[in-house]
């Protein structure tokens, strides 16, 4: 299985960047999907996860309303599109797979990506 996350970058506070994965070696559309982040010198966090057939969402606190989560299971990829960016914002993305039910916690994920960074600048 592999994930291999892409578009991260510099952005001004304020500004819009969408991060995108794609998986293989995996039924993807069994799959939660599930973007995560860590800052440095903090624990990794969730962010956003979408189940395989999309029609469970969920947002951490800091993401609602600023960061949309979507999928495309004939592409085998999904995508976090953030909005109003903010410096707290700045971390590494994850995105990652998990073969259960959507869950917010890093332990039931069963796969991960590398990390793409993302720097919000003030």
């Known amino acids: 299985v592999q994930l291999q996350a892409s578009g991260g970058g510099l952005v001004q506070a304020g500004g819009s960047l969408r991060v995108s994965c794609v998986a293989s070696?995996?039924?993807?559309?069994?799959?939660?999907m599930g973007w995560f982040r860590q800052a440095p010198g903090k624990e990794r966090e969730f962010v956003a996860a979408?189940?395989?057939?999309?029609?469970?969402?969920a947002y951490a606190a800091s993401a609602k309303g600023r960061f949309t989560i979507s999928r495309d299971n004939a592409r085998n990829t999904v995508d976090l599109q953030m909005k109003s960016l903010k410096p707290e914002d700045t971390a590494v993305y994850y995105c990652?797979?998990?073969?259960?039910?959507?869950?917010?916690?890093?332990?039931?994920?069963?796969?991960w990506g590398q990390g793409t960074q993302v720097t919000v600048s003030s």
């Open positions: 070696g995996l039924t993807f559309r069994s799959y939660t």
């Open positions: 990652a797979a998990d073969m259960g039910a959507l869950d917010y916690s890093k332990r039931q994920y069963d796969y």
């Open positions: 979408i189940d395989g057939r999309a029609s469970i969402i």
